[in-house]
């Protein structure tokens, strides 16, 4: 089979807006209706921020933001973010309607992540049930529906094919189970970690 590419992508729930990630408040704190939360993405360690007005982003994410918002009025904040690799992304926070929402663009004006608010009534019943057995004294609120936009790639290394996915800015997540330290990326980011975990289960194995 040839090498194909997919452009794909998967929804999850996020707590008080984390892209990608559950979060929950603090006992005590009272619920926010998730229509006056202010969408934030998940600040990872070494992560930049800088806000920005629209126009001082590359003009291919100013095309991109405004063809998705509708118009520019729409857009409340803009965030320039560069992590510790130097990579660049904007986060677009934008109304739609009276709905907070917010995107996510690499410095090339792809779209990588949708975030909308939502409610806690429209969380999947599984979802609610696993926070509440999770976190059973946690009270919860701003629920937001991300989406995030990937793409998923067949690769063959040594006759062995496995699929990688690899987002706009270069981000690459392999989830091969196979031994072969180039198909675990060990070039990349993510890869160190995932092959620094398979070297504390052999030193673990040698211990044994």
């Not at 696993?130 to 609120?141: E, N, R």
Request: hydrophobic share 35%; charged share 35%; with cysteine.
């Amino acid at each position: 089979m040839d090498t194909r590419k997919l452009t794909v992508g998967f929804v999850s729930l996020a707590l008080l807006a984390g892209a990608g990630a559950w979060a929950f408040a603090q006992p005590g704190q009272p619920p926010q209706p998730a229509g006056q939360a202010q969408p934030k993405g998940e600040e990872k360690e070494g992560d930049e921020e800088e806000v920005i007005t629209l126009d001082k982003a590359p003009e291919a994410v100013r095309a991109a933001a405004i063809k998705l918002v509708g118009d520019a009025k729409n857009i409340t904040k803009v965030i320039k973010e560069e992590d510790d690799e130097d990579v660049v992304q904007y986060e677009i926070e934008y109304n739609e309607g009276a709905v907070k929402c917010a995107a996510i663009f690499s410095a090339a004006g792809d779209l990588m992540e949708t975030e909308k608010a939502t409610t806690e009534a429209k969380l999947p019943a599984a979802a609610m049930a696993a926070l509440k057995k999770d976190y059973p004294k946690a009270t919860f609120a701003n629920p937001f529906v991300v989406t995030k936009m990937f793409y998923e790639v067949e690769i063959v290394i040594d006759g062995k094919k496995h699929e990688v996915k690899v987002d706009a800015s270069g981000n690459i997540e392999d989830e091969s189970k196979g031994d072969d330290d180039h198909a675990k990326g060990e070039d990349h980011k993510k890869g160190e970690k995932h092959e620094g975990k398979k070297g504390e289960k052999e030193e673990d194995d040698d211990n044994d």
